[in-house]
Structures are given as C-alpha cells and as structure tokens.
C-alpha cells in the first residue's frame, strides 16, 4: 500500500510520516502534520488522522519532558481526514524536546516526530532546510539555490488554522529577502502586541540573528530598530503574534523611517486589506550595494539593507473597484523606499508608488508568479503593469 502525503489548502506543507505496515496489510492509514517543528511558545493546530477502521493516537515523549502534548479526541472510528486538535504547552527550559505522535489502526502503525525549541534555540537541527514551494497566491518566484523558503503556519480562533507567512532566508546576510503573507481583517483578528523576541524554530540558532536585545554596533555609527518585515499589527492573536517576531523576520531599519513614514505604509495596508476578500502582500529587503552591518546579541553582521519594497496584490469576488471586473477581481501596487527618512505623509507614501512591473523591473523578481495561473496570462500582465486610482483616493 502507497501512502499518500497531501498538502491541505492554506497549510504548511505536511511532516515525512513513517509507516509500518504488517505482512498483510489490510487498512488504509494515514497521519497529516502541517508543522513539525514548534516554537517554544505554546500553540494548537490540527494534525488529520485517515483511517478505514477504528484507530487511536497517542504520543511517545522522548527524554524526561512529559504531558506537554495534548490530542482531542485521540480515537475514533473509519474517518478520511479528520481533524485532531493537537495542544502543545510552552517550553521554559533552554533545551529541545521531542516526541512522537503514534496513529494504531488493527495491523498499520503511522508515526510523526515532533520536535519543539527551548529558551536557548532553534528546534531546526544543525541544517537549514527549505520546505516545499506550495502554489499560495503571495508568493514571488522562489530560483535561487542559496536562499531558503521557510514557511510558519498559525491558528485564529477557530475559523481559521494555515498559513501565517513565508520567508525567503539569506543565511550570509542573515536577513529575509522578502516576507510573503496573505492579510485580511480576520487575520488581523484582535490582541496585542507581545513582544516575544526569540529564535525562528525552522532555522538552525547559528544561522539565524539572536536579537533578544535589539541590534548593536552599527558600522555607520547610526541607530536602527528591530524593523518587521510581517508587521506585528498584522498578526494581533497571540501565537501568531509570536512568532512575528523571530529574528528571521527583522532587519535593521533606521528608526526614523521604521517609525515614521514605513509605519504609515504598514498602516495604510491594513486600511487597504479592509476592501478586499484577501489582499496578498510581499515586504522586501533590498542588499543591492550594502556595505554596513549591525551586529547581534552575539556579535554577528547583519546586512543592513539599501532598500525597502511592499508589493500588494488586491482580490475581491466580483469586485466592482479599481477596474476589477476586467482582470477577474484582482488589483495591484508596489512601493520601493530607499533607506532613509521621509517626511511621513500620505503624498510622501503614494509618491514612491509605481506598478508591479516596474518594481520588477528595478528588482528582477517575478512577483506573484502563480497568478497568470488563476486569471490568465493577459489578465496578470494588466494587473502588474497599471496602478488603478483606487489606490490613491481611498
């Protein structure tokens, strides 16, 4: 019997599941896991039991960590991809833990190894790797074979369990090319921010910055904040909040421009987000010519970026603005920023406006490559090559 690994819509592409199957094998078995590699944060997700009979999960805790993992309900009857809500607790401790989520159904056993940061690191391993290229509407084209593509998934409430934002990591530079993310006012949902500083758990510690305690040592001798790339405001429930503020997602920014007129933009998208049924967004560091650094909690440069980019993709079911029903409900924009301060105002913030395709252009990054896909070639190229006065005036 083959097993099928599936990639649910809106979910982080699944663990490797190990199945060991008796020498006749007589149901079909299978155990989805979205997100393997946990924060140290506590958080829930589900994970999917398949089974053609009656089955039981429960969970093996590897080392003296024990209880951390809680699984509802954790047996059931013949099912095809039932949700299994799967609680895990924060871990206080510096160090790792594991555990493995064991599905029984009569004579096939799945497995799942679960693994969860401490205090002290990364629950990533000694390796960066980068996870499969799903087919999400954010997304820019992901070709180059030195950076990594990361992905964090995330719960809201009980609407909604997927995809929180994609990464695209430079280990040289230690900064993320681009943040890709989906936003809308249910995403947004309603908390505060946390201020959870702490380590990315898909990247190896050592390979990413520790900015528990903001950047230091400018080589320009100027001062720069711990600049988000997924906004914090766009993330308010808890755990998804959290996990906005790994180092993964930061890099220096000066802070008259993070807290000026780069916050202003940041606010006009969530304004913006409010028109449409998804508005797909895309931050960018530009490394082009960089020369200074800062260094983090344990010394290590980080590139300071040359540039800053925010490129939105608008959809609305029928939408009747911004030319919409021409081009199948979708509208687009980009912004570039050098970096450095701006008068913070609205004029200021739409004069650095231009279509996607000039940004591309300027970059040579193909934004929303898998849009030509869902609306057609010519329908695409309108979208990336006008900027409609929706924008402007709203």
């Known amino acids: 019997m083959a097993l099928l690994l599936v990639v649910l819509p809106f979910m982080p592409s699944c663990t490797q599941v190990n199945v060991n199957i008796g020498p ?20 829930s997700q589900f994970v999917y039991v398949s089974a053609s ?26 099912c095809e991809g039932q949700g299994i809500l799967f609680k895990w607790e924060s871990n206080s401790s510096q160090e790792l833990r594991a555990a493995q989520l064991v599905l029984i159904c009569e004579d096939a056993t799945a497995t799942a190894k679960i693994n969860q940061a401490g205090t002290g690191g990364s629950s990533a391993g000694s390796e960066i790797k980068s996870d499969p290229v799903p087919g999400w509407l954010e997304l820019p084209a992901i070709d180059d074979e030195n ?39 249910g995403l947004i949902s309603s908390g505060s921010r946390t201020d959870a500083w702490g380590f990315d758990p898909k990247i190896p510690a050592d390979k990413q910055p520790a900015l528990f305690s903001g950047f230091r040592n400018a080589s320009d001798g100027r001062r720069y904040d711990r600049g988000h790339q997924l906004p914090s405001a766009d993330r308010l429930q808890k755990e998804a909040n959290e996990a906005t503020f790994y180092g993964t997602n930061m890099t220096p920014q000066l802070s008259d421009l993070n807290q ?4 202003s933009l940041e606010s006009a998208v969530r304004s913006w987000s409010y028109s449409f049924d998804t508005l797909y967004v895309v ?6 010519g960089a020369r200074d650094y800062c260094t983090d909690n344990y ?9 800053y980019y925010k490129v939105l993709l608008g959809y609305k079911k029928g939408g009747q603005f911004a030319g919409m029903a021409s081009t199948g409900g979708y509208t687009g924009i980009a912004f570039y920023f ?38 057609g070639a010519t329908f695409a190229a309108k979208v990336e090559s006008t900027v409609d006065n929706w924008w402007y005036k709203k």
């Open 338 to 375: 050098d970096h450095k301060s701006y008068t913070d105002s609205r004029e200021t913030i739409m004069g650095q406006a231009m279509s996607i395709d000039a940004l591309e252009d300027d970059l040579e990054i193909d934004f929303f490559v898998n849009l030509p896909s869902k609306i």
């Open 147 to 185: 950076l990594y593509f990361i992905t964090h998934d995330m719960t809201v409430g009980t609407t909604y369990s997927g995809r929180n934002y994609s990464i695209y990591y430079d280990a040289d530079n230690l900064i993320s090319r681009w943040v890709a993310y989906p936003l809308n006012k």
């Open 283 to 288: 931050t960018g560091a530009d490394v082009r």
């Open 299 to 307: 010394g290590r440069k980080v590139t300071i970026p040359t540039g």
């Open 53 to 78: 009979a009656d089955w039981e999960l429960s969970v093996v805790y590897e080392g003296e960590a024990e209880g951390w993992i809680s699984l509802s309900p954790s047996s059931g009857n013949a």
């Open 260 to 263: 000026k007129c780069w916050a």
């Open 24 to 43: 006749e094998p007589q149901v079909e078995l299978k155990l989805e896991v979205p997100n393997s590699r946990l924060g140290k944060a506590a958080g």
